[in-house]
């Protein structure tokens, strides 16, 4: 009887940073770091991109004092 499960692929980093700006309460540039393993830089530049492809992405002040600031995508592009 042959196997029927499917192998789905891994997701992308690219994906999970969309994903994690998605959250209600979005996501920090450390919370990204630690997910995507990248350094500042290039969280920054995933961030840059997102924008480019037509994603609203709102920068939140931090909550605290010391604190760290919160991006949250707050519109995706629209269809064409």
Request: glycine residues 6%; charged residues 25%.
């Amino acid at each position: 009887m042959p196997n029927l499960t499917t192998k789905s692929k891994p997701e992308t980093k690219s994906a999970l940073v969309r994903r994690m700006l998605a959250r209600k309460a979005g996501a920090d540039l450390i919370a990204l770091q630690k997910a995507t393993g990248w350094r500042p830089h290039s969280v920054r530049a995933a961030l840059s991109t997102l924008r480019k492809a037509g994603y609203k992405i709102d920068r939140l002040p931090p909550d605290a004092d010391g604190g760290t600031a919160t991006y949250k995508i707050t519109a995706k592009p629209a269809a064409t």
